[in-house]
């Protein structure tokens, strides 16, 4: 009998991870992923939606064919529920059995941790493809009646490079819109110090935060939780409080409901702890990769943090997960590890027209070094990032950089 491979999701670590085993394996497995969304979704270019600069056409496209030219049964469907004993998924398009199952199921917002946020409230978020839709009828109503704009990083949030970018292009936005001068535009945060980005600071990182801040005349304020949002107003827990005609905030992530019910499976937040060859510490068959695997936050800080659990090592922890795979059913030992701290931090932060590269030999410290490449060649190596990524990631090229 051959080998069965089911993956949950097929964005960026379920589709890595999909493709990955069946090339090692070919005729030895049977590979499917059951994925809740029928597209790819490049979710870094989620940040320029509300400006009207990409539509879902441009940053999507449709999985079935993907998998389908790579020998990779693909299902439309939402698993609902997981049987570890029975190594079994209940799906809205049918129960799967499994001999290895791989967790890629990505995240979903933690709406909750500010109450308030919501597009009636003229607060917005961007983190998935209808809520920077909606973030863009926001923009485009309050470009008709303009008044002062937040960009906010959450309690809890990991994804900064999102809330950065957002924060430039905003600025950059108002600038073309000739709204610079008469719109106040503040950005807060969680973290600490500007640059620290949930991975401690990168050298000069503040330092250059701060220059691009006050060059674009952008008010900070760091290190400060979210209490309420309402009509116009944020409350920071500081007893402070921010008027705003427009506010885009990053929530932090929680793992997927069907991975958090899953008895022994998942952390608080519904993410999967994982050993460095992505085996879950729970149960040696299944793997978890990407958004859905736990990362342990290395550091204690007033106002708490996530990390950030980038595009990079997503599709390294899921070619890692599926060559221990194919190992396994080869019956031999799992060589590759690699713990998420280890793992090479590659980032562009777009800025609208400028931008900065963000290279570090470790996502996490101890490092030996970490340097950001400010300027317009940034922004450039974005855009042909996008176009890259997805031509790779729609011809299922996996083990292309
Ligand atoms: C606004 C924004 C900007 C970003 N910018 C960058 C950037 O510039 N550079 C970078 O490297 N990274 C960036 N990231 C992070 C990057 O998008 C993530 O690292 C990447 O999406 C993680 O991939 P994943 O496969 O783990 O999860 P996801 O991309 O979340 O994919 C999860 C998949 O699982 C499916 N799914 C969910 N629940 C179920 C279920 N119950 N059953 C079956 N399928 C399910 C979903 O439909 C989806 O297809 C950004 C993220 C956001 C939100």
Same mark, same amino acid.
């Given at each position: 009998?051959?080998?069965?491979?089911?993956?949950?999701?097929?964005?960026?670590g379920?589709?890595?991870?999909?493709?990955?085993?069946?090339?090692?394996?070919?005729?030895?497995?049977?590979v499917?992923?059951?994925?809740?969304?029928?597209?790819?979704l490049?979710?870094?270019?989620?940040?320029?939606?509300?400006?009207?600069?990409?539509?879902?056409?441009?940053?999507t496209?449709?999985?079935?064919?993907?998998?389908?030219?790579?020998?990779?049964?693909?299902?439309?469907?939402?698993?609902?529920?997981i049987?570890?004993?029975?190594k079994?998924?209940?799906?809205?398009?049918?129960?799967?059995?499994?001999?290895? &199952?791989?967790? =890629?199921?990505?995240? #979903?917002?933690?709406?909750?941790?500010?109450?308030? *946020?919501?597009? +009636?409230n003229? !607060?917005?978020?961007?983190t998935?493809?209808?809520?920077?839709?909606?973030?863009?009828?926001g923009?485009?109503?309050?470009?008709?009646?303009?008044?002062?704009?937040v960009?906010?990083?959450?309690?809890g949030?990991?994804?900064?490079?999102?809330?950065?970018?957002?924060?430039?292009?905003?600025?950059?936005?108002?600038?073309?819109?000739?709204?610079?001068?008469?719109?106040?535009?503040?950005?807060?945060?969680?973290?600490?110090f500007?640059?620290?980005?949930?991975?401690?600071?990168?050298?000069?990182?503040?330092?250059?935060?701060?220059?691009f801040?006050?060059?674009?005349?952008?008010?900070?304020?760091?290190?400060t939780? &979210?209490d309420? =949002?309402?009509?116009? #107003?944020l409350?920071?827990d500081?007893?402070?409080? *921010?008027?705003? +005609?427009?506010? !885009?905030i990053?929530?932090p992530?929680?793992?997927?409901?069907v991975?958090?019910?899953?008895?022994?499976?998942?952390?608080?937040?519904?993410f999967?702890p994982?050993?460095?060859?992505?085996?879950?510490?729970?149960?040696?068959?299944?793997y978890?990769?990407?958004?859905?695997?736990?990362?342990?936050?290395?550091?204690?800080?007033a106002?708490?943090l996530?990390?950030?659990?980038t595009?990079?090592?997503?599709?390294?922890?899921?070619?890692?997960?599926?060559?221990?795979?194919?190992?396994?059913?080869?019956?031999?030992?799992?060589?590759?590890?690699?713990?998420?701290?280890?793992?090479?931090?590659v980032c562009?932060?777009?800025?609208?027209n400028?931008?900065?590269?963000?290279?570090?030999?470790?996502?996490?410290?101890?490092?030996?070094?970490?340097?950001?490449?400010?300027?317009?060649?940034?922004?450039?190596?974005?855009?042909?990032?996008?176009?890259?990524?997805?031509?790779?990631?729609?011809?299922?090229?996996?083990?292309?950089?």
């Amino acid at each position: 009998m051959r080998a069965k491979v089911l993956v949950l999701g097929g964005n960026f670590g379920g589709l890595t991870a999909a493709i990955s085993v069946k090339h090692a394996l070919d005729e030895d497995v049977d590979v499917t992923v059951v994925s809740a969304s029928d597209r790819f979704l490049f979710n870094p270019s989620l940040i320029w939606v509300p400006f009207g600069k990409r539509t879902e056409r441009d940053i999507t496209f449709p999985l079935a064919p993907t998998f389908d030219a790579h020998g990779v049964e693909f299902v439309h469907g939402e698993a609902t529920a997981i049987d570890p004993a029975a190594k079994q998924v209940t799906t809205t398009a049918g129960t799967y059995g499994y001999d290895y &199952l791989v967790v =890629a199921t990505g995240y #979903r917002n933690n709406m909750a941790v500010l109450p308030g *946020l919501e597009p +009636a409230n003229g !607060v917005h978020t961007i983190t998935t493809l209808p809520d920077a839709e909606e973030a863009g009828e926001g923009w485009r109503r309050f470009l008709d009646d303009p008044g002062p704009v937040v960009v906010g990083a959450t309690q809890g949030t990991g994804c900064f490079g999102a809330a950065y970018e957002f924060l430039f292009n905003t600025a950059y936005q108002l600038k073309k819109a000739g709204l610079k001068k008469r719109v106040p535009l503040t950005y807060v945060t969680a973290e600490p110090f500007l640059g620290h980005f949930g991975m401690g600071g990168l050298p000069g990182g503040e330092r250059l935060l701060k220059m691009f801040l006050k060059k674009e005349g952008i008010q900070a304020i760091t290190g400060t939780a &979210l209490d309420e =949002a309402s009509a116009g #107003r944020l409350l920071l827990d500081d007893g402070g409080k *921010l008027d705003f +005609a427009y506010a !885009v905030i990053i929530p932090p992530f929680l793992g997927q409901e069907v991975v958090a019910a899953t008895p022994g499976l998942a952390d608080a937040k519904g993410f999967v702890p994982v050993h460095d060859t992505y085996q879950s510490t729970a149960y040696p068959d299944i793997y978890a990769v990407g958004i859905a695997a736990a990362v342990a936050v290395p550091w204690t800080t007033a106002v708490p943090l996530g990390v950030p659990k980038t595009g990079f090592p997503t599709e390294v922890q899921a070619r890692v997960a599926a060559d221990n795979i194919a190992a396994r059913i080869r019956g031999e030992e799992q060589t590759r590890h690699k713990s998420f701290g280890d793992i090479p931090a590659v980032c562009v932060m777009d800025a609208g027209n400028n931008g900065v590269m963000i290279l570090a030999d470790h996502l996490l410290p101890p490092r030996k070094g970490g340097i950001l490449i400010p300027g317009p060649q940034a922004h450039a190596a974005k855009l042909a990032f996008e176009k890259y990524f997805l031509w790779k990631a729609r011809n299922g090229y996996v083990r292309l950089p």
